[in-house]
């Protein structure tokens, strides 16, 4: 009986350092503090950068990150990409007010870039956010400048329309 209580108490304490451990861990990644540097309050739509130069940086930044080969050219989103889950559909990442990231601000910006939290909750892993965690905020401010620039275009698009349950449940995504 003695036995059998030890290992209990044992388990209890490992659950608790291990929901310790994974509380700890949620708190590094859900934490965005990183993104105050960005203006919260002006959305892409009603921003339009005059700095010639960051529009310039920001299109390399682009290109670096091949956002182009997943978002098409216009950045009006929509390619598909199946997974053994589903298939997804990329986003509209124009500067649309209704179907693109037009609402954003920088702040929502730089959240979905770098910690792949967007408008509609969690972003599905085949966004590479985890590659763009480290990008400076020097080049965050502009990629937004460069997206500033860019032609709005209206194409609404449903990503996670042809994900099987219950992966198009996008809480599944904050594990």
């Known amino acids: 009986m003695a036995k059998a209580k030890k290992i209990t108490y044992t388990l209890a304490a490992l659950a608790v350092v291990a929901a310790?451990?994974?509380?700890?861990?949620?708190?590094?990644?859900m934490d965005s503090s990183r993104s105050n540097v960005a203006d919260?309050?002006?959305?892409?739509a009603d921003f339009h950068s005059s700095d010639a130069d960051a529009i310039k940086r920001g299109e390399y930044v682009m290109r670096l990150a091949d956002c182009a080969a997943c978002h098409n050219a216009d950045f009006s989103g929509g390619y598909k990409i199946d997974t053994p889950f589903g298939a997804l559909q990329t986003?509209?990442?124009?500067p649309d007010r209704e179907t693109g990231i037009g609402n954003m601000t920088e702040h929502d910006f730089f959240n979905a870039v770098r910690q792949g939290r967007g408008e509609h909750g969690f972003l599905y892993p085949a966004m590479p956010y985890t590659a763009y965690t480290q990008m400076s905020d020097a080049d965050m401010h502009d990629l937004w400048a460069y997206f500033s620039a860019q032609k709005p275009v209206k194409n609404a698009i449903n990503e996670n329309a042809?994900?099987?349950?219950?992966?198009?449940i996008r809480l599944a995504m904050a594990g």
Not at 20 to 29: D, E, F, K, P
Not at 162 to 168: A, I, L, V
Request: aromatic share 12%.
């Open 20 to 29: 310790i451990g994974v509380t700890g861990r949620m708190w590094v990644v």
């Open 40 to 44: 919260d309050k002006v959305r892409l």
């Open 91 to 94: 986003s509209n990442i124009s």
């Open 162 to 168: 042809g994900m099987n349950f219950p992966y198009n």
